[in-house]
Every structure is written in structure tokens, then in C-alpha cells.
């Protein structure tokens, strides 16, 4: 779908919408007078030369990001919610699109072999992320966090945000967490919380989570799934022997993390993170009676530790896996396996190219032609 073919489905839908509040009242702006057109057309075409001041992220062939451009329908879902803008700490706030949410987010944990859980979107991967360790911290208070040296940063950081100890595991010459290395670790009775990284940001890794959950049943720690990166690719089915294996396993962890925003093909900020064992909800618990007090539904910020949050994000993850569903062999995870393909053809034509060398450990890629 082109995006000029995505401004006239909004186009179509935003009457629709404008029909629906029909009946409200006119109103007029502060100073009586209407905002000139003209003023907002020379600001916006201002603002459009400025933006011009970016890579080409938006293009489907800018291979500079790890994420996939938005889609269309999450773009206009994304500005048709705007129209409203709500938000989703409360029913009062986003009384429609917390349904959608709670929708979306349904269908997320269905992918990772959930139904029972606890969970909601968030303004990122780093927030989801920060709830998951928050938590493993009320859990285990006092107990180290330990991730591979290959994990994203923010985990070293959450946990000091945290005030919880946290140990660096070494990597195996293909990026993935040493299992020697934490077997050594969890010598020490000390570690409460192990991150698992389906899908390291510098390499692409896949943890072992199939072996690691053999080391919990004899050390006895949380299994936090960092998938980001990574989380949509449980739907794909040409992913490698050993990942495949990871990815199997990904129910039996304690809390997961993924990021629409990255290759679930939505616009930022938009992560999620899902808890096994939804009671940790009692962790959240807290009193706000100037925004709880209209429904006994379970309102979404009483399972979050943010506070406002667009509904509009919601609404484009909705209208997006309501085009491109959730399911293995669907268009979305066959969108996915092809892009998988395609780096598999570009990683042989480097390895085959005497201009280059290639260092699987960290995915560096040296070139040594002219």
C-alpha cells in the first residue's frame, strides 16, 4: 500500500469519525478568532523542509535501522485516535482504545503460547523492561540480575535505577550467552533474576532459553525473556536449528518483553511486556480516586507504572494485527521469514566477497577492499 493510498483511507474514515461527535457544540478559540490556514500551512511546510533533515528511516530499503518501517494502517490508525488523542491510564481517559489495548495485547501473549497472564503496552522496550526487573526485584529483594555482555545496556542500568546488584555474563564466540559462564555465576546462590536475549541489538544472538531452563530447575531463579528485538520471530519457521529451540521454550519464562515498534511494524514509542503469573499484579497495586472512580473494569494503569500513555499507540497495534493477524504461515510471519531470506543472501555474498571479513562473534564486518 502506498502512502498516499493510507492518507485517503484516513481521508475516508476521519467524516466517519466526525459524525459520530456531531452532536457536540460549536466552539470558537481563546481569542474568537480562528486559527489562520495560511499561518498553519506556512509552519507545516517549514516543519517539512526540516524533516528532510533525516536518513531515509520510513523507506523499506534503509537497512541503517533494526526495525521495519510502520505500516500504513498503523500510521493512519495512529492519526485517526489522534483526533481524539486518548489516553490510556484510565477508562476515562481511553475508554475505547484500553478495550483495544487490552485486545492487542491479547493477541501478543496468544503468539508466545499465553493465556493466562498479566500484561499491557508501554512508551518502549526500556520501560517494559524496567517493569519486568521491578518486579523481579519485589520478588527477590536484594538478589543480582545477570544478562549476557551482549545484552541490551539498559539492563546494567535498570538495575541500577533499581538499587539491585547485577552481574555481566560472558558471550560464546556466537554472541550468545556462555552457559558455562552462568553456570559459574549462579554458584553463588545470589542470582535471583537471569535475562535472556532472543534477539541481541548488536548481532541479532539468541540465548539458549531451551538449556538455561534446565539450570533453573537446579538453582531455582526467575527467567526473564528479553525479546525486543526478537519477540515476533516465534512466528517464523526458517529460523535456525538453535533458535528454533529458544523460541519453543519462550512460554516457560517467568515475564517477556517485545517491542512493536520495532518489527511489529508500528511507529514509536510502543513496547509490551506480559508477566506468566498474573498476580504480580498485586505489586501495582494503588489508589488514584480522581481517575479510577468510574468503572469497577480493571483500569490499565492500575497494572502499570506509567502513568499517561497514548491510546492512539494502541489503536495502530490494533487496526494493524486486525489487517496482519498473529499466525504462523500468515502474511505478517511470512513478511518476517522473507526478511530473514534476505539477510541469510546478503550475509553468503559478504562471506563469499575477498573485500570483506566477517567476525560472527559480534557481527562486525570489515572491509578491506578499495
Request: proline letters at 5%.
Amino acid at each position: 500500500m502506498k502512502q498516499d493510498q493510507a492518507l485517503q483511507l484516513l481521508g475516508e474514515a476521519l467524516p466517519k469519525l466526525q459524525q459520530d461527535f456531531a452532536h457536540l457544540p460549536s466552539f470558537e478559540t481563546l481569542s474568537g478568532e480562528p486559527t489562520s490556514t495560511e499561518a498553519m500551512r506556512s509552519v507545516l511546510t517549514e516543519l517539512a523542509g526540516r524533516l528532510a533533515d533525516n536518513y531515509p528511516y520510513f523507506h523499506p530499503l534503509y537497512a541503517g535501522q533494526m526495525l521495519k518501517p510502520p505500516h500504513p494502517i498503523a500510521r493512519a490508525a495512529y492519526a485517526l485516535a489522534m483526533w481524539i488523542n486518548p489516553n490510556n491510564h484510565a477508562l476515562d481517559g481511553g475508554r475505547a482504545s484500553s478495550r483495544l489495548e487490552v485486545e492487542a495485547v491479547r493477541d501478543i501473549a496468544a503468539m508466545f503460547g499465553w493465556t493466562e497472564y498479566l500484561g499491557h503496552l508501554t512508551s518502549g522496550g526500556t520501560f517494559a523492561n524496567l517493569e519486568a526487573l521491578w518486579i523481579a526485584g519485589r520478588l527477590a529483594p536484594g538478589k543480582k540480575i545477570v544478562a549476557s555482555e551482549n545484552a541490551h545496556y539498559t539492563h546494567q542500568r535498570i538495575s541500577s535505577v533499581l538499587s539491585l546488584p547485577f552481574e555481566s555474563i560472558a558471550a560464546d564466540v556466537r554472541g550468545r550467552m556462555d552457559l558455562n559462564a552462568l553456570e559459574s555465576a549462579l554458584q553463588s546462590g545470589e542470582v535471583g533474576t537471569v535475562v535472556v536475549t532472543l534477539g541481541t541489538t548488536s548481532a541479532g544472538a539468541v540465548d539458549p532459553l531451551d538449556r538455561i531452563l534446565h539450570l533453573r530447575q537446579r538453582h531455582g531463579f526467575r527467567i526473564h525473556v528479553d525479546a525486543a528485538y526478537g519477540g515476533y520471530f516465534k512466528l517464523v519457521s526458517n529460523l535456525a536449528q538453535d533458535a528454533a529451540r529458544a523460541y519453543a521454550k519462550i512460554h516457560e519464562a517467568d515475564s517477556i518483553v517485545v517491542d512493536p515498534h520495532k518489527h511489529g511494524l508500528q511507529p514509536y514509542g510502543c513496547g509490551c511486556i506480559l508477566f506468566r503469573d498474573a498476580s504480580v499484579g498485586r505489586f501495582y497495586k494503588h489508589d488514584s480516586p480522581y481517575t479510577y472512580f468510574t468503572s469497577s473494569e480493571l483500569h490499565l494503569g492500575e497494572i502499570s507504572l506509567e502513568c499517561s500513555r497514548a491510546g492512539a499507540a494502541a489503536s495502530a497495534l490494533w487496526a494493524t494485527q486486525k489487517l496482519l493477524p498473529l499466525t504462523l504461515e500468515g502474511e505478517f510471519a511470512n513478511g518476517l521469514a522473507c526478511g530473514r531470506k534476505a539477510a541469510l543472501y546478503v550475509y553468503e555474498r559478504l562471506r563469499q566477497d575477498p573485500r570483506f571479513v566477517l567476525v560472527p562473534s559480534r557481527s562486525w564486518i570489515f572491509w578491506c577492499g578499495p
